[in-house]
């Protein structure tokens, strides 16, 4: 079974700060990676996501994430962050075709301060 | 709104009875998923369907839960004789068949509150 890893449960910074969110999963075959994002009240949105190819997706607000395939990690960035960021972050992966049910992590709430 | 809604935003109920949400997916995806979200954690895969075909349930869907896609458009997801750990945010997501095919889109939730 696979599994997804999300290293900080809690991240507070300042605006302007650069932000990197870890994500790791356990599975060795062929996977789809997402972000997906909860602002305060609302549902989930899907920030990025990656099936093949160049493995620096761009998402949208400015993010963007690394797939790294050695590393079995696709980690989140923004190289500045807004107070508008502030919200809960949750990495998904699904396996082969993709058409299954996603493997979220835990999240990670992050805190933008003004 | 065009997205996936949910049905009941909240639910409370006493221990033992029976509920059901409702699920309308976005008009022309043809898969429909289920997850279970509590307190502190993501979501968690409860079942998904394929047009009416139920083809994944995991574990955690126990036999009080069932679930229905009837005509391959809504879905109910049934809990029978609830108990008090099954309080969650109950999801609802959905994605086509086209390209973006395995973009899943997802609901507001039903926040199920069992006393």
């Known amino acids: 079974a696979q599994s997804v890893s999300q290293h900080n449960h809690h991240v507070i910074l300042s605006e302007a700060a650069s932000l990197e969110l870890g994500c790791n999963y356990s599975y060795g075959g062929t996977v789809n990676l997402f972000w997906y994002v909860q602002y305060p009240g609302q549902h989930l949105q899907l920030l990025l996501k990656?099936?093949?190819?160049?493995?620096l997706v761009k998402g949208i607000k400015g993010f963007e994430a690394e797939f790294i395939k050695s590393k079995f990690s696709f980690n989140l960035r923004k190289p500045s962050v807004q107070w508008s960021d502030t919200a809960e972050y949750f990495c998904?992966?699904?396996?082969?075709?993709?058409?299954?049910?996603?493997?979220f992590g835990k999240g990670t709430h992050l805190i933008i301060q003004p | 709104d065009t997205g996936v809604s949910q049905d009941p935003r909240h639910k409370i109920t006493k221990r033992g009875q029976n509920v059901t949400f409702r699920c309308d997916p976005i008009s022309e995806h043809n898969r429909l998923y289920w997850y279970r979200q509590t307190l502190g954690q993501g979501p968690e895969f409860l079942t998904y369907f394929q047009n009416e075909a139920q083809l994944e349930k995991s574990r955690l869907l126990s036999d009080r839960f069932s679930a229905e896609r009837p005509k391959g458009s809504f879905s109910t997801l049934e809990i029978q004789r609830t108990e008090q750990g099954d309080s969650a945010m109950y999801l609802c997501?959905?994605?086509?068949?086209?390209?973006?095919?395995?973009?899943?889109?997802f609901g507001a939730g039903t926040r199920l509150s069992v006393l």
């Open positions: 997501a959905s994605s086509g068949v086209g390209r973006p095919k395995n973009i899943q889109y």
């Open positions: 998904a992966v699904a396996s082969g075709g993709g058409a299954d049910g996603l493997t």
């Open positions: 990656y099936f093949s190819g160049d493995p």
